[in-house]
């Protein structure tokens, strides 16, 4: 089967301190891939996306950043959080045919 | 570009009554239409998907949506609830050709009381 796996699960940072987030995908080869972040009430969010090893393209400029080291890997990170990059950080997988995404099972993440 | 509007932030209702969230979008293009579920401290996971032909979709658990080209909507309904239906829901849509990525709706929060 083709899943997604996102760690950690939650995650308490302070502001100021980096952040990596990772997530792996299993099942699948070459998968384009995306990082979504999810504020309360404000649905989801594009952050990133990659269709193959080292191809970012970036939706909203901001204090986050993203790479592709590897096919099925996919690694959000920052130098510096900022309160505002609080929320709920998805990463999902185009599914064949343009029918729809496979999401993994996200990172809470509280800047304090 | 497209756009989706989910009317409701937020839909209560008693287990067994029947429901509607509703889902309008804009495109100037040919759309898929999406509906996902997530539930607390989840991930989404697709619901139901309206590619073509019939357009009335189900769900595994009871959902259905229906394709209504001409009021631009593909409304989500369940005759009977239940409280393990208490979840976000998003309607998303995406291009049949060129760009894929789906744009979603600001998602409707169903919450199911005993």
């Known amino acids: 089967s083709q899943t997604i796996h996102q760690w950690p699960a939650t995650l308490v940072q302070p502001v100021g301190s980096p952040l990596s987030l990772e997530c792996t995908v299993e099942g699948t080869s070459n998968p384009n891939l995306y990082w979504y972040r999810q504020a309360a009430g404000r649905g989801l969010q594009l952050l990133f996306y990659?269709?193959?090893?080292?191809?970012i393209s970036s939706e909203v400029p901001q204090n986050l950043s993203a790479s592709r080291p590897q096919d099925r890997q996919f690694i959000l990170s920052s130098k510096k959080l900022l309160l505002s990059d609080s929320g709920f950080y998805l990463c999902?997988?185009?599914?064949?045919?343009?029918?729809?995404?496979?999401f993994g099972s996200g990172t809470r993440l509280t800047v304090v | 570009a497209q756009s989706v509007t989910q009317l409701d932030s937020q839909v209560p209702v008693f287990e067994e009554a029947p429901v509607e969230l509703r889902c309008n979008y804009s495109s100037s293009v040919s759309v898929y239409l999406f509906w996902y579920v997530q539930y607390p401290n989840q991930g989404l996971q697709l619901l139901l998907k309206y590619l073509s032909g019939s357009t009335l979709v189900e769900s595994i658990n009871g959902f259905e949506a229906e394709f209504n080209k001409s009021q631009t909507s593909f409304h989500l309904r369940k005759p009977s609830v239940h409280i393990s239906d208490t979840a976000e829901y998003f309607c998303a849509v995406s291009r049949v050709r060129g760009s894929y990525i789906p744009t979603f709706g600001r998602g409707t929060s169903l919450i199911v009381h005993p």
């Open positions: 990659s269709v193959g090893i080292g191809q």
């Open positions: 999902a997988r185009r599914r064949g045919g343009n029918y729809g995404y496979t």
